[in-house]
């Protein structure tokens, strides 16, 4: 039978109706890819370097930017997403469209995020999965959420080289990665096998960054190199990447964190937030920065308007 691949065990055809299930959520997750121009997978060998503060306040930086983003959190076993931008909103509680892609939780007017948390009935409760729900639930995030238009899909991944960012790069070819890193050596050894991980898997990366370089005094808000500095930096070199800069500790960022309110990205003084500023210019000058928005109202392929599109008065 077809799609059965010769096996004659299957005579209910389920085996072709599963292929056509799989060929369909392709075309689905083509379609809302086509949609997004920059796909950014925040990533690390290392866990507890910082890659959901990183992708957080990354994804708020472009979004306080005028750029339309999306972030995605991929750490399914332990999403920390919603409590981080004080998200409690509940998928069973949204307005679904008969037949139509899922809504996505919104934080503020740029900013789309989807979580597995946004789909749980309880949020303690664990996520006990073998990869290939993982992997389906990737998909999922990709073909049935109504990302829309974007400029960037922030992606945050666990850490390590397994399920979670093989199928990112799997299912998202044109993913590029964010490496985040911590200055020391036992750090550093992971995220190498991460850049190899990406020579494995084709994908470019953007740059690195390195986490928890130096701390922010709490009473004089001056910088104290405490820890060691720059391992990351000469890991970019070793690699030829770019480097994309140095954040330092400040205990205000935990704070914040807790709070559902991210600090990095906020209008506060600080020499993080100066620091991961300079993080979001070098990415936006690397991605470009012309804003997806613009780019279709200069196309005026199925544009009502022609070449001169009003958003306003449009009726694509």
Same mark, same amino acid.
């Given at each position: 039978m077809?799609g ?5 065990s299957?005579?209910? *055809?389920?085996?072709? /109706?599963?292929?056509a299930?799989?060929a ?11 949609r997004i121009k920059?796909?950014l997978?925040?990533?690390s060998?290392?866990?507890?370097v910082?890659k959901?503060?990183v /992708? !957080?306040n990354?994804a708020?930086g ?5 750029? +339309?983003v999306g ?6 076993? *332990? ?5 981080m931008?004080?998200l409690t909103?509940?998928?069973?509680d ?5 037949g139509?892609?899922l809504?996505?939780?919104?934080y *503020?007017?740029n900013? +789309?995020?989807?979580?597995l948390e946004y789909m749980m009935e309880?949020?303690d409760d664990?996520?006990i999965?073998r ?6 639930a990737i998909?999922q995030?990709?073909?049935d959420?109504d990302?829309g238009d974007?400029?960037y ?10 399920d979670?960012?093989l /199928?990112?790069?799997?299912n ?5 990665a964010v490496?985040?890193?911590t200055?020391q050596?036992?750090?550093l ?8 991980f990406?020579?494995h ?9 390195e986490n928890?370089s130096?701390f922010?005094c709490?009473h004089?808000n +001056?910088? /104290? ?5 720059g391992?990351?930096e000469?890991?970019a ?6 480097f994309l800069?140095?954040i330092?500790?400040d205990?205000k !960022?935990?704070?914040a964190?807790d709070d559902g309110?991210p600090?990095l990205?906020s209008?506060n !003084?600080s ?9 979001v ?7 470009g920065k012309?804003?997806?928005s613009l780019?279709?109202?200069g196309s005026g392929?199925?544009?009502?308007? *022609?070449?001169t599109?009003n958003?306003?008065t449009?009726d694509c």
């Amino acid at each position: 039978m077809a799609g059965c691949g010769g096996d004659t065990s299957c005579s209910s *055809g389920s085996c072709g /109706s599963k292929d056509a299930g799989i060929a369909q959520q392709d075309m689905a997750i083509a379609s809302s890819l086509g949609r997004i121009k920059n796909k950014l997978l925040v990533m690390s060998g290392k866990g507890g370097v910082g890659k959901s503060t990183v /992708s !957080v306040n990354l994804a708020l930086g472009l979004a306080n930017r005028g750029y +339309k983003v999306g972030l995605m959190d991929v750490d399914l076993h *332990g999403p920390d997403i919603c409590r981080m931008l004080n998200l409690t909103d509940r998928l069973q509680d949204a307005n679904v469209k008969q037949g139509g892609l899922l809504p996505p939780m919104t934080y *503020g007017e740029n900013l +789309k995020v989807i979580s597995l948390e946004y789909m749980m009935e309880n949020r303690d409760d664990p996520i006990i999965w073998r990869g290939p729900l993982k992997v389906q639930a990737i998909r999922q995030f990709i073909a049935d959420l109504d990302w829309g238009d974007l400029d960037y899909l922030i992606i945050d991944a666990p850490p390590g080289t397994g399920d979670e960012p093989l /199928s990112v790069a799997q299912n998202i070819k044109d993913a590029k990665a964010v490496v985040v890193t911590t200055p020391q050596e036992i750090a550093l050894a992971d995220v190498r096998k991460s850049l190899n991980f990406c020579k494995h898997v084709k994908m470019e990366v953007v740059g690195m960054v390195e986490n928890m370089s130096g701390f922010v005094c709490p009473h004089c808000n +001056k910088t /104290s190199e405490i820890f060691k500095s720059g391992g990351g930096e000469k890991t970019a070199r070793d690699f030829d990447l770019k480097f994309l800069g140095k954040i330092p500790v400040d205990p205000k !960022v935990v704070v914040a964190g807790d709070d559902g309110a991210p600090y990095l990205s906020s209008a506060n !003084v600080s020499p993080a937030i100066t620091a991961f500023s300079e993080i979001v210019d070098n990415v936006e000058k690397i991605c470009g920065k012309q804003k997806v928005s613009l780019a279709m109202a200069g196309s005026g392929s199925d544009c009502g308007c *022609g070449g001169t599109c009003n958003p306003e008065t449009c009726d694509c």
